[in-house]
T-cell receptor, first 115, second 111 residues
């Protein structure tokens, strides 16, 4: 398996623009997570899905952020409008419960810079 | 919700020394405690985990201990090597819900 795939790897945009981040989870995984990582706040969970259904979006910072998972192999995180404080690395992760093991596999991340 | 505290935030050791990173958690219902390693510019990757029915687990040079009564768990790395330099995150979870991560420890191993 290719692992979790994210695109783009880097995104530079101007304040006010719409940004869409994309994620393809590992085939067969039924959980998908979106995280944001910054030096100040560390690794924050934004939202997670189980079987394509959003379960907890309490980490989404505000209404400018939205996430969808239209099918088991694709998810998007959208920021509209973007602001400089949204600059961070955004990770997508997927997992599947296998016995006592519960490993989340992270994608390579998208480094977002909003100027 | 769960709250995970991690210490220290940075740790510098000489090659060959041991390194210990400590975490505490708040939710007594948490029963799974993974540790992730993140090298510079890379993604976090699981290196070891422990469930609440186990007190200690070892995998070559790394080990994790868990004290459920005190609600703390630790990562131990022996015979550190320069390639161990990275940021290490602890996490806690109840059941198969969401992971709550600590803020991370930057480990620097000097040759």
């Amino acid at each position: 398996d290719a692992g979790v795939i994210q695109s783009p790897r880097h995104e530079v945009t101007e304040m006010g623009q719409e940004v869409t981040l994309r994620c393809k989870p590992i085939s067969g995984h039924d959980y998908l997570f979106w995280y944001r990582q910054t030096m100040m706040r560390g690794l924050e969970l934004l939202i997670y899905f189980n079987n394509n259904v959003p379960i907890d979006d309490s980490g989404m910072p505000e209404d400018r952020f939205s996430a969808k998972m239209p099918n088991a192999s694709f998810s998007t995180l959208k920021i509209q409008p973007s602001e400089p404080r949204d600059s961070a690395v955004y990770f997508c992760a997927s997992s599947k419960i296998q016995g006592a093991r519960y490993e989340q596999y992270f994608g390579p991340g998208t480094r977002l810079t909003v100027t | 919700g769960e709250n995970v505290e991690q210490h220290p935030s940075t740790l510098s050791v000489q090659e060959g020394d041991s390194a210990v990173i400590k975490c505490t958690y708040s939710d007594s219902a948490s029963n799974y405690f993974p540790w992730y390693k993140q090298e510079l510019g890379k993604r976090p990757q699981l290196i070891i985990d422990i469930r609440s029915n186990v007190g200690e687990k070892k995998d070559q040079r790394i080990a994790v201990t868990l004290n459920k009564t005190a609600k703390h768990f630790s990562l131990h790395i022996t015979e550190t090597q320069p390639e161990d330099s990275a940021v290490y995150f602890c996490a806690a979870v109840e059941g198969y819900s969401t992971l709550t991560f600590g803020k991370g420890t930057m480990l620097l191993v000097s040759p």
